[in-house]
């Protein structure tokens, strides 16, 4: 998979273009070189990648989907955002690597935020749709299936629970209990 630089717009004519948000700051961290801070440009979601394109700087980005290995919306700093973490190595060409660190150890953060914060939540669905339709290839169906060993959790174990968690099941427990009749907390006297 790779990570690149784009000179021009992106031609998506002949792919399928699920969302498009103008007025987007890309934060790149670690930086690219010559272009600190944000960057204020076109934001393409496509069902085959993910597009950034400034027009000011005639410079953008292009993302394959398998490249990202985080995605979720952050609402820090007052600024929400779609928040992208890739893989670990990888990088643009133009990225400073940080000093004591190949570029095979460099984990590329991207911040996307709309001007119009109101539509994070959109960008960030239709970024999720497009990540779903390419699975990790290093994963089998049933890579997580083990034949030999059954998950059971024991509904009784408190023992993962907090003493706040632990005073609201007792509560439950006490409000829910049954009473000898079987039926609930109706009374055995009729």
């Known amino acids: ?20 948000e ?13 272009m600190d801070g944000d960057l204020i440009g076109t934001m393409t979601i496509t ?4 597009y950034f394109y400034s027009e000011q700087l005639q410079s953008g ?3 394959e989907y398998p490249d990202i290995v985080i995605q979720a919306t952050s609402r820090e700093d007052g600024r929400p955002n779609v928040y992208c973490q890739l893989e670990q190595g990888r990088t643009f060409p133009n990225q400073r690597i940080p000093e004591g660190e190949t570029r095979d150890q460099v984990v590329t953060e991207l ?9 994070v939540d959109n960008v960030y669905m239709a970024m999720i749709t497009c990540a779903s ?10 890579a997580f299936d083990d034949d030999d060993e059954d998950l059971f959790a024991d509904p009784s174990d408190d023992a993962e629970l907090n003493e706040t968690q632990r005073a609201a099941l007792q509560h439950l427990q006490s409000v829910f209990q049954p009473s000898g009749n079987g ?8």
Do not use: C
Request: aromatic residues 2%; without cysteine.
């Open 22 to 34: 103008k007025d987007v700051s890309l934060l790149v961290t670690p930086s690219l070189i010559d």
């Open 47 to 50: 069902e085959s990648m993910l």
């Open 1 to 20: 998979m790779t990570v690149t630089l784009l000179n021009s717009p992106p031609d998506v004519t002949d792919q399928k273009v699920r969302h498009t």
């Open 133 to 142: 339709l390419h699975p990790d290839e290093g994963l089998d169906e049933g």
């Open 183 to 190: 039926k609930g907390n109706e009374s055995d006297e009729e």
């Open 61 to 63: 980005i292009a993302v």
């Open 111 to 119: 911040k996307f935020v709309p001007q119009d914060p109101e539509s």
